[in-house]
């Protein structure tokens, strides 16, 4: 079948492709160090000792630490038979001892002293120096010369080093690779650019100020057998371990260690002729796409053999990684395991989708969720509605939730929210259905409904505004029932998004379908639902350019969602546009805004529930009488409010309802720009009928008069 071969195939493809990344390789990094660890640690050589610059030396002598001191160490270990001595420490300030560490390493030439290597940022796949800081004075001449720089890593962790670095003039080598040649050892023409150094437990070490102490109690002249035994045949790296010095850092299996141990690792491996590698990038790749071939090939044998089958290739590879572990080759098990994974699952779940998407599978999954009348038509012929295996499509998505839902479920006995909700949800499927929507979640309070799939309609914008419009009404009418029957009244939101999704089957199951839509259209359509004003309509830019003829949607200012950089307009749907008289055709919004207000010496608060221009109507226990003059403050919290609170001055036209309708005088605030955000969003902006211009209570626009 070419449905499960294409999806395995893509799944190897992407992983391939994710493996040369840093971010994967970061991973692959921590897999490593995993499986040395459970491997073990490869014992150190007798012939390696690293020096330490530890928490007591640098109290005792300070840092930088004297030249001279450095000096006896250069001397101590000539003296006691040691084969080479490198510095994995910068030593480019001059001093005034700086002849004695020189003449020291004169004296016995095998020092090697650390310059700093300035990388190139831009080349992290390779070491070149934009400059070079050279040891200081007469030190640059007097020994040789090494970088000491760690290769960076995506985990963070120490895990290589350089081979070498490019100075453009003579190449340094690394601190390990360089002192290994000055103690007389042969680089083999084999090294690898990049030195992955086996694990190995903490080195062995000895502190600089034991060393010194023995060297003061035998003299430099003739070491004590101690100091023989600790520098004898030995190559001596020295460097910080101090926690001041902040040269410290893990390595790729996690432990903590000082920077030296590193050098000292890729110099142990030298002297012991290993050369830890990677495999090249092509045969990598080529094992990527080799395990995933086996697991697209696993996929297509039956559930019974094909999954032991994929298991045991799993197993199989893990064998040959802990093997390479213990020669000198350095497999990443990451991604190889996860093409084989991938591939085996994408192709897997492709082929039961082909095979066994049946009549009986599909009643189960859309049942309940699309309109009976039409579910028959869809199980005769499944191939010409559903993309089960995955498609982008241009569809609306419609997200919806109720107000105040968790203080509801809170105050409430589980089964009375239960019996709620049924009612509830049993109203609003009636409503999407019978537009050919699809219900494809509910979830607690909230519903997503898709339209234009799996049944194909050009109009799918306007049927999804007209669905939500319509909730709204069915809401209004399900409140007052409730109301009645002694149950809270609640308002719900809701937000609509047009654009591309990708739609299809993600169950993981053979048996079953999960269809559902996924991708930016969908996120946005939550996150204009999360923005909408209790008891409106927020639809996106795309849903209005698609049905702007058929409804009044009032624009709102530019919002600031949550992964939606650009997001440039919403637009608040009013009611469906019509096309008679003008004065009725005005939008009016049901929208729910919490306000304060004050007639004469009367102060309260209310909700205003419907809106239109110049006329507010406002629910409250404080009613004035018709006639009355009323302030209403509109804070500054919710979708429709701006920047500042704005004050709305009017007069009372009729009582209703426990509330009452108030014709709109003027509109004030202490910023001109709220008073322009809010009579554009609440009222409109054909009720402007003069400039804001400044008053005795800040900023003021008069406004037109027209009934409420």
């Known amino acids: 079948m070419r449905g499960p071969l294409l999806a395995g195939a893509l799944a190897i493809a992407l992983i391939a492709a994710a493996s040369r990344s840093d971010t994967w390789r970061g991973f692959e990094e921590q897999a490593e160090g995993t499986v040395a660890r459970w491997r073990g640690p490869l014992p150190w050589p007798d012939a390696l000792v690293v020096v330490a610059i530890d928490d007591a030396s640098l109290e005792r002598h300070g840092w930088p630490l004297p030249r001279d001191v450095l000096a006896q160490l250069v001397t101590l270990a000539g003296k006691s038979g040691a084969r080479a001595i490198g510095f994995d420490t910068y030593l480019i300030d001059p001093t005034n001892n700086d002849e004695a560490l020189a003449a020291a390493a004169k004296a016995w030439p095998h020092v090697v002293l650390a310059a700093d290597c300035v990388p190139i940022a831009s080349r992290p796949r390779s070491l070149e120096c934009q400059r070079v800081g050279l040891p200081a004075g007469p030190l640059a001449n007097a020994a040789a010369l090494a970088h000491v720089n760690v290769r960076p890593s995506p985990s963070g962790r120490m895990r290589s080093v350089f081979a070498s670095a490019d100075t453009g003039a003579t190449p340094l080598t690394a601190l390990g690779v360089a002192t290994f040649r000055a103690g007389g050892g042969e680089v083999p023409d084999t090294l690898p650019r990049v030195l992955l150094p086996h694990w190995r437990d903490a080195a062995p070490t000895v502190a600089l100020d034991t060393v010194l102490d023995e060297a003061t109690r035998s003299g430099l002249d003739d070491p004590s057998s101690a100091l023989q035994k600790s520098f004898k045949d030995k190559f001596v790296l020295v460097g910080q371990s101090a926690t001041a010095a902040k040269e410290v850092a893990p390595l790729f299996t996690g432990e903590a260690r000082p920077l030296v141990e590193l050098h000292a690792a890729a110099l142990a491996d030298l002297i012991q002729g290993r050369q830890p590698r990677e495999l090249p990038g092509v045969v990598a790749v080529a094992l990527i796409v080799l395990l995933g071939a086996l697991g697209l090939l696993a996929a297509f044998l039956r559930p019974a053999f094909g999954v ?349 309802d426990g509330g009452f309708g108030l014709e709109v005088a003027r509109a004030t605030s202490g910023d001109a720009a709220a008073v322009r955000h809010f009579v554009a969003l609440y009222l409109g902006p054909e009720a402007l009928s003069a400039q804001v211009h400044s008053s005795g209570d800040g900023y003021q626009v008069e406004l037109g008069k027209s009934s409420g």
């Open 308 to 656: 032991p089958l994929a298991l045991l290739l799993g197993a199989a590879f893990c064998g040959v990684v802990w093997q390479a572990q213990h020669g000198d080759w350095v497999l990443a098990p990451l991604a190889p395991l996860a093409s084989l994974s991938f591939a085996f699952i994408a192709a897997a779940v492709a082929r039961a989708a082909y095979i066994d998407l049946d009549r009986e599978r599909l009643r189960t999954a859309f049942d309940g969720t699309i309109d009976p009348g039409r579910l028959e038509g869809l199980l005769d012929a499944p191939q010409k509605f559903l993309s089960v295996s995955g498609a982008r499509k241009h569809l609306t998505v419609l997200f919806s939730d109720v107000r105040g839902y968790a203080g509801l479920s809170n105050d409430r006995p589980a089964d009375a929210v239960v019996q709620l909700l049924r009612e509830y949800f049993a109203v609003m499927a009636r409503v999407v259905t019978a537009r050919e929507g699809r219900l494809e979640r509910v979830a607690g309070d909230g519903l997503l409904a898709v339209f234009g799939d799996p049944f194909p309609a050009k109009d799918h914008a306007r049927r999804a505004v007209d669905a939500a419009l319509a909730m709204q009404e069915e809401i209004a009418r399900l409140s007052k029932k409730w109301e009645g029957e002694g149950k809270p009244p609640v308002a719900i939101r809701i937000g609509i998004a047009t654009g591309d999704v990708f739609i299809g089957d993600v169950s993981w199951e053979p048996e079953r379908i999960d269809y559902t839509v996924l991708g930016p259209t969908v996120s946005l359509a939550s996150r204009l639902e999360g923005r909408a004003p209790p008891g409106g309509v927020l639809v996106s830019a795309q849903t209005q350019a698609e049905c702007h003829e058929h409804f009044e949607l009032q624009s709102v200012a530019a919002l600031a969602l949550k992964g939606f950089q650009d997001v440039s307009a919403a637009y608040l749907a009013v009611g469906p546009r019509l096309s008679a008289d003008p004065e009725r055709a005005a939008p009016r919004l049901r929208a729910h805004a919490e306000v304060t207000l004050k007639a004469g010496t009367q102060t309260g608060t209310g909700t205003v529930t419907d809106v239109s221009a110049g006329g507010l109507f406002v629910n409250s226990a404080m009613v004035p009488r018709v006639g009355d003059a009323v302030e209403v403050v509109f804070g500054t919290g919710g979708i429709l409010a701006g920047p500042s609170s704005v004050t709305v001055r009017g007069e009372v036209r009729h009582l209703r």
